[in-house]
């Protein structure tokens, strides 16, 4: 073989090794890109399957809620109204005993007065019809009924500018929320404020109760409550942020920012 | 003195940039760096043998060199790939390649290069950074450009495939075809070396960006 036979064949087997070595890694490539598309529409359709199945699971649990307010106030209310009737049909009769009903008749007018508002409360369509902050307005006229503590409640004109759907969630946060101080915190106080400014909206929760580990509470099974704040304030797209020690009660904070400010 | 800077231009980017990407490096990127420390030992011990007299090829150090070498980008790979539980077969290859390096040596003497061995360890080479560079674009949230893992092995993949068919021929061509051997040297062997060397320097410019980005990041 002359030098030039030599050269030419080494030189080309060199060449054809580096094409094929190219043509492998190009061949890896794509692969690769193709395994990743693969794997984001994966992801992707695992996104929109949870996002159907959580907006199914949210209309099943309101519509739920719904129905129990309707009956409530349907039925349960009527025979409260109806045993009002009975009583004033009954002091008409007789007149000697107005006085032994009077406590009767606070009663009454009391619990007719609580489940109108229980049941407006669980009603979303009134939740929608007359926004986040009256909802809340009814709900503290109601807790604040039970005397259970100092509920301060501070929200001055506030327009939260959220949809439909994170009012309501952010609404049953707040009732959460409140029947967690209502009935494991021995607090004294409860302080709710909510503010909004630029688009950017929050609300905070806060009681002087007991209490407790945030990150034991959470891990434990009873925390089911805990988690479903963290839940819905998900769904909702809000930042939450649950404050709580023992001896140093407990503070839960949601907050919605603006698009601006999320831009980095 | 051309023919210095030729031979090493690429190896001295390589060396300059790892040095300035030192700091930031794991143990797999200084398992590079290193080899390149080894191998600028090596190119001199290679002109300082030829200064003895009773020394007429230095074709031994290059016999030297490749175990070294094998070794060292053998263990690279181990690192690389030290989650994975095939990677004991990384050690069973550098067996593989001692077993073919070795018998060369025994049957032809150190004198003249293992061509036999080099192509093993080329095959090996090559192979095990296709699997690296296969990993590498597998790899979800990673941009290939920005990967230094993808050009490092680019560089030994096309290095270690291109000059093989030269290399195995270089004792042959060394005896019948001097010139034409230093030609093809020049052309294959430096030409691809020079691309190793080069894109190791982008692997290494890439890991000092990547690791600068990550602590603007994260301050």
Redesign the interface.
Known sequence: MSSTEIMLSVISITLMILLLIAGIVILFFQSGKQRLKQQMDLAQNKLNYEKELRLVETEVSEQMMSQFAQELHDNIGQLLTATHIHAENQKLRHPELIEGFKPMEACLAEAIQQLRMLSRTLNNDYIGRQGLMAAIGIEVNRIKSLQRFQLHWQAPSVNPHLDKNQELMLFRIFQESMQNSLRHSQAKNVYVSAYANNGNFEIKMQDDGRGFDVENILQSPKASGLRNIAKRAKWAGMDCSIDSSPGKGCTITLKKLSTIELLP | MWIIVNDLAGLLIAFIAGLYALPYIKLYYKLFFYLIVVFIIIYILTYVVLLFPNQKSNQWVFNLYMPIETGFLMRAAYQYFKLDKRKSLIIVGYFVFMAVFLSDIIVRGPGIFANHGYITESILL?ALY?FV??F?????FIS?KRSPDIWIA?GI??YF??????LS?MHY?NTN?H??NY??YN??TVGLANLRYILLAVGFWLIRRNAIAKTISTQ
């Open positions: 090559v296709l560079l296969n590498e674009f597998n790899k979800e290939w680019l993949v096309a495939g291109g000059a093989a068919p030269y021929l061509l075809h010139t034409l030609y093809l052309l294959v």
